[in-house]
């Protein structure tokens, strides 16, 4: 099994809201992850949608894993989104990463996330700070 792998297995293993989520795992390599889920009744609102929250969750974790697929701790210290299509119950979302610039201390990271039909849904930048703790 490779360091990727290896620590995101080590942060899924303590992560239950991405359980929750139902968070799967397509690929996971350096800077780079790519992550799939179904939308549940439970995460819908009151316009019978997928809240906000769900989307921006499943592109948090995408960060996250990407960015901590180095070996080294980092976390998120800016985030937005950008919601471009409603989500139904029901929909598959898949998230990929994309690593747009890494420095000594930071990394910014573009987060795209489809539906099963391949359109777009929602657009997520992420930018996480480097520490100097290793996950191994």
Not at 43 to 60: E, K, P, Q, R, V
């Amino acid at each position: 099994m490779d360091l990727a792998s290896k620590v995101v297995d080590k942060m899924l293993s303590g992560d239950a809201f991405s359980k929750w989520l139902g968070i799967e795992i397509l690929e996971i390599s350096s800077g780079y992850c790519k992550l799939k889920m179904q939308v549940r009744k439970e995460m819908t609102n009151g316009f019978d949608i997928a809240h906000g929250g769900i989307t921006y969750s499943l592109a948090d974790s995408a960060l996250a894993f990407a960015a901590n697929s180095y070996g080294i701790q980092s976390l998120s210290v800016e985030t937005s989104i950008k919601h471009t299509k409603k989500v139904m119950n029901g929909d598959t979302l898949i998230a990929e990463t994309k690593e747009i610039e890494q420095k000594e201390k930071t990394a910014s990271y573009v987060i795209n996330i489809v539906n099963q039909e391949g359109i777009e849904v929602a657009e997520f930048n992420g930018k996480v700070y480097i520490t100097k703790n290793y996950w191994f």
